[in-house]
């Protein structure tokens, strides 16, 4: 069952997740995300936790729990969660950067328990408000090099 009308939110979502990865000083190349049930959206970041340095860090966003810090793991399993924003699901992408940068600092921003947003009946708007305007294209978001 189509609850968002994916074809329309997939442009918007990309266009999310990389002015969040610019916001955080991240390539778009070091993005992904996917549309289904959930969203789901993944920033690889160079960083790493002062308590983890010798794992890779990554952002993860998902429609129902908002944005998570989660470090990878050595094996190729499931991603560690370490911290949730848990503020709202679509926070703006400096929100998302000041969580990193708290993280980074050994703060313990957010929470570990993952927060359940209700389905967004109005994601589109929500994501659109961070820059898609309807013509936005992934490709546009790529640095020339």
Known sequence: ??????????SALRAYIAVTAK????????????????AT?????????????DRD????????????????THCGEDLIVVSYLGVDPVPAPHQ??????DLLADAQPGSITPPEFPVTPDLLRRLA????TG???????????
Do not use: N, Q
């Not at 955080?24 to 959930?38: A, E, F, K, N, Q």
């Not at 860090?57 to 990878?72: F, P, Q, S, V």
């Not at 998302?96 to 940068?101: E, S, W």
């Open 96 to 101: 998302v950067a000041g969580f990193v940068k």
């Open 129 to 132: 408000a961070f820059g898609y």
């Open 57 to 72: 860090l990554a952002l993860l966003w998902e429609d129902t729990r908002g944005w998570a810090a989660a470090i990878e």
């Open 1 to 10: 069952m189509d609850i968002y009308g994916w074809d329309a939110a997939e």
């Open 135 to 145: 013509t936005h294209h992934w490709m546009t978001t790529r640095s020339s090099s």
């Open 41 to 53: 959206g993944y920033i690889a970041l160079d960083d790493r936790l002062p308590g983890f340095p």
């Open 23 to 38: 916001a955080l000083g991240v390539p778009p190349d070091s993005t992904c995300c996917t549309m289904g049930r959930p």
